[in-house]
């Protein structure tokens, strides 16, 4: 390997790594700036050549890393979590998905002229979309609940099936004539889902069962996975070509909905594999563009992108709902987000040069309209999906909810009293432990690092307004105001310290300030206020009247009562921090803890709600 090659490797790490983070400062999928990036690199400035530099090897790392790719989406695919939207999802993805790759087919041969069956290709091939452009585009347009589950599902069931489909039309093509073409593709079909299930359900089981048993030690768990994937993804196309994607998708699946296998720690690994090999893999996919050929087509691009995003996208989501619960504005927001993703672009790549050295010219443009596609519907969509959400009334309404970083006991008190009050509240957490507690007490969890990718597309924000940093560790509590700062803005990040802000110096008060602000005045500390609780602590809400004021619950609770947050008229929530200003009146809730005391059994005067540990309510939906 020379020097030379050595500089292209760095500076596609470097690259790709840029591109991630400045996706992340302008709330634009990274997928943008990674085609950029490789089209300048490539075609454009001449500097990266992939097939050159990796020489046999680049087709076989392409094969792998979408095998990873899918896997780790696949772990992801809960079936629990989209209970009452599985039909339509369903749907989506089976006879929704046969109606776009027909329209885009006739589209690709009637408006650029291609044969037959690279027309059928393309339209297997682009009907996929994906998580890796779904979920940062939903983060920007902020859809309601239904739209943003339905559209994150599919994205990560639809990646598996299209590229299955993209490779029986690919068998169907190189069977030769009609009728041998048509059994051939049949047994392939048969074929390929009989040995990608059984591979893939028995790697899975076994792999599930090794952990639940603890026969694997935990710091090999990652490891153990990666040879896994790669292993069975090789064996399955040893036995039948191509059949590994559908092997490491439901090995993924299989491990997802086993009960007591903890994936938590593999997931987190995966999260950052599947990112650097998407960032690189579009870097250098995007790099063999050769843009004369694209631009050759003329207008014949054009027409086929309006006839998938015009076309193609709404009779999938209008056949798709039919019978649903979903209003007329949440279709027309579905059949407008469809964006294309790395599947796409990995398959084109992979099939279109065997079937140029099979003997099919028009092979050759599989590539660049593949990524005209992806490129035109991340552009377009992007842009015009929030104004259109405002538009349709679909976006999420004003956001009035927290995550609540931390399933201790008092962030699940403190959630507790906030959903009493009808204020939405994710509790999330790396403990299975507490996360099982937080479940148990009715409350919405997630299982994870809060701070992670893998949350980032799990995490529900719909309705969200900002977060509350609860862990009992304040190096955590930063970590998590650092990484939501930019999606609410440090006015709506709030950290509760682990000392008191008048026992701390100025430069480490100031620290916190910079990322969030320093929840529940200056006595306020979370091993103060948890201990607390543990004495007997109770978190209470209470109503202010022109009988009971401010002044005559002071007075009746003095310094016992430690203010928490306040509800307004209007049912906004205002939150007790450092340097704030509220002044409640009568008709605002105040919900405060107040300490351990002979009276605190008995609700006096205006008191209600009181909320404690030991006294949860139980049986929510999670």
């Known amino acids: ?144 609940h239904n739209i943003a589950n339905i559209l994150r599902w599919e994205g990560i069931i639809v990646d598996p099936i299209g590229a299955a489909m993209a490779v029986l039309a690919y068998e169907f093509i190189m069977s030769g004539s009609a009728q041998q073409a048509m059994g051939h593709t049949i047994l392939v079909f048969v074929r390929l889902v009989a040995v990608g299930v059984t591979i893939g359900a028995i790697c899975g089981y076994g792999f599930g069962m090794a952990i639940r048993k603890h026969w694997i030690p935990e710091f090999i768990h990652n490891l153990f996975a990666i040879s896994l994937v790669l292993g069975s993804f090789v064996f399955s196309n040893h036995l039948q070509h191509e059949s590994g994607l559908v092997t490491v998708t439901v090995m993924g699946i299989w491990l997802a909905n086993m ?23 579009f870097i250098m996919l995007a790099a063999r563009l050769n843009i004369n050929q694209l631009l050759a087509l003329g207008w014949g691009m054009s027409f086929l992108f309006i006839a998938i995003q015009f076309l193609a996208r709404p009779m999938n989501i209008m056949v798709s709902s039919i019978g649903s619960s979903l209003t007329w504005p949440e279709r027309h927001m579905l059949a407008w987000i469809a964006p294309r993703g790395i599947v796409a672009a990995a398959i084109s790549a992979l099939f279109a040069t065997q079937l140029e050295k099979a003997g099919y010219p028009d092979a050759a443009v599989l590539v660049p309209l593949t990524f005209f596609i992806i490129i035109s519907t991340v552009l377009v969509q992007s842009v015009t999906a929030r104004p259109i959400a405002l538009w349709l009334k679909v976006a999420e309404p004003i956001p009035k909810g927290f995550i609540i970083t931390g399933a201790n006991p008092l962030a699940r008190a403190i959630g507790k009293a ?109 091993p103060a206020m948890a201990t607390e609780l543990a004495r007997g602590g109770q978190i209470i809400t209470t109503k202010l009247t022109e009988k009971f004021t401010l002044e005559q619950f002071t007075q009746k609770h003095g310094h016992r009562a430690m203010l928490l947050f306040a509800v307004d008229k209007t049912n906004r929530l205002h939150v007790y921090a450092h340097d704030c200003q509220i002044n409640p009146e009568p008709g605002w809730s105040l919900v405060y803890m107040l300490k351990n005391g002979e009276d605190n059994h008995v609700v006096k005067g205006e008191d209600k709600h009181i909320i404690n540990p030991d006294r949860l309510k139980k049986g929510y939906n999670v």
Not at 82 to 90: A, T
Not at 261 to 270: A, H, M, S, Y
Not at 428 to 455: C, I, R
């Open 1 to 144: 390997m020379n020097e030379y090659t050595l500089i292209q490797i760095a500076g596609i790490l470097v690259a790709a790594t840029a591109c991630q983070w400045l996706a992340w400062r302008v709330k634009i999928p990274g997928i943008v700036f990674l085609l950029i990036t490789g089209i300048l690199a490539g075609p454009v400035l001449g500097f990266l050549n992939p097939e050159k530099m990796m020489g046999d090897l680049f087709f076989p790392f392409v094969s792998m890393s979408v095998a990873l790719i899918l896997f780790e989406g696949s772990l992801t695919l809960n079936f629990a979590q989209i209970r009452g939207l599985h039909i339509v999802v369903r749907n989506m993805v089976s006879y929704g998905m046969l109606v776009t790759w027909i329209i885009t087919a006739l589209a690709a041969r009637l408006g650029l002229g291609l044969s037959w069956q690279i027309s059928v290709l393309l339209g297997a091939i682009t009907s996929v979309s994906g998580p890796t452009v779904i979920v940062p585009m939903l983060r920007t347009v902020r859809p309601n």
């Open 259 to 281: 009960k007591d296998v903890p994936i938590g720690d593999i997931l987190d690994f995966k999260e950052h594999i599947s990112m650097l090999l998407i960032s690189v893999l």
């Open 418 to 526: 906030l959903m009493d009050l009808g204020f939405q509240v994710q509790l999330a957490d790396t403990g299975w432990d507490q996360v099982m507690k937080a479940k148990n007490e009715g409350l919405p969890t997630y299982f994870g690092n809060p701070v992670s990718e893998h949350a980032d597309r799990h995490i529900q924000l719909v309705g969200v307004r900002g977060v509350l940093a609860l862990f009992p560790h304040e190096a955590a509590n930063v970590a998590v105001a650092i990484h939501y700062r930019l999606e609410f803005g440090t006015d709506e990040i709030y950290i509760l310290p682990s000392r008191p802000e008048e026992n701390r110096l100025t430069a480490d008060r100031m620290s916190i300030q910079n990322h969030g602000k320093i929840l529940f005045g200056k006595t306020a500390s979370y």
